[in-house]
């Protein structure tokens, strides 16, 4: 199957770092993304290939790979960081893809 | 600089149809495949599919496929998302986003969205 599963939520205090998993069968054979998405705005992409960081994208965002399981770590979280997290990756032909449920990351 | 630019905000009754456009600017248009992603209001993204501008060859997400067309004027570098026989559950935000080049695929820039609404 090619269903990926976010945690719903994530909260942690400004200057911690933040973990978010992606897990999904598929992850094992194709890449994972992630996107960020701020209230009322586009989604951004953060990460691609599993661990690359477009150009533009702070360092503290940094992501890994493991078995059927991607995780995205914001480094010193900062309160602008606060938006929704989704992961992506497609089924194992690269035909179809799909996104995480999302998960809403709050700074406290 | 890619940019996106997507067609405004749409408010439909049900039965209707609706054709959203996706200029794209800044890139080699025909050559990049553009993808359709629907967030419902309060929910997440969902994948709809995608399109080559260059041949229009399309690939469709099951949960879409016979509800929805993609198409691509080369010419005017825009794509379009058309939908047909609108029901009020197509309430949503529809975002089209390019393809990186090369394998494999995934979306590297985005349009600003384009809201659709319902009046009874």
């Known amino acids: 199957s090619y269903e990926l599963t976010q945690p719903p939520s994530v909260s942690v205090s400004p200057g911690q770092t933040a973990r978010i998993t992606c897990s999904g069968d598929?992850?094992?054979?194709?890449?994972g993304y992630w996107f960020q998405q701020k209230t009322g705005q586009a989604p951004v992409l953060l990460i691609y290939?599993?661990?690359e960081r477009p150009s533009g994208i702070p360092e503290r965002f940094s992501a890994s790979s493991s078995g059927t399981t991607v995780t995205l770590t914001i480094s010193g979280v900062r309160a602008e960081d606060e938006a929704d997290y989704y992961c992506?990756?497609?089924?194992?032909?690269?035909?179809?893809?799909?996104f995480g449920g999302g998960t809403e990351l709050t700074v406290i | 600089e890619v940019q996106l630019v997507q067609s405004g905000a749409e408010v439909k009754k049900p039965g209707e149809s609706l054709k959203i456009s996706c200029k794209g600017s800044?890139?080699?248009?025909?050559?990049?495949?553009i993808g359709w992603v629907r967030q419902m209001p309060g929910k997440g993204l969902e994948w709809m599919g995608i399109?080559?501008?260059?041949?229009?060859?399309?690939r469709y997400s099951p949960s879409f496929h016979g509800h929805v067309t993609f198409s691509a004027d080369k010419s005017i570098t825009t794509a379009y998302l058309q939908l047909s026989s609108l029901e009020a559950s197509d309430t949503a935000i529809y975002y089209c986003?390019?393809?990186?080049?090369?394998?494999?695929?995934?979306?590297?820039?985005w349009g600003q969205g384009t809201r659709v609404t319902f009046s009874s």
């Open positions: 986003a390019r393809v990186a080049a090369g394998t494999p695929r995934y979306f590297d820039y």
């Open positions: 399109i080559y501008p260059g041949d229009s060859d399309t």
């Open positions: 290939k599993d661990s």
């Open positions: 800044g890139y080699s248009f025909s050559t990049y495949w």
């Open positions: 598929a992850l094992s054979k194709q890449y």
């Open positions: 992506q990756t497609a089924d194992s032909s690269g035909t179809y893809w799909v």
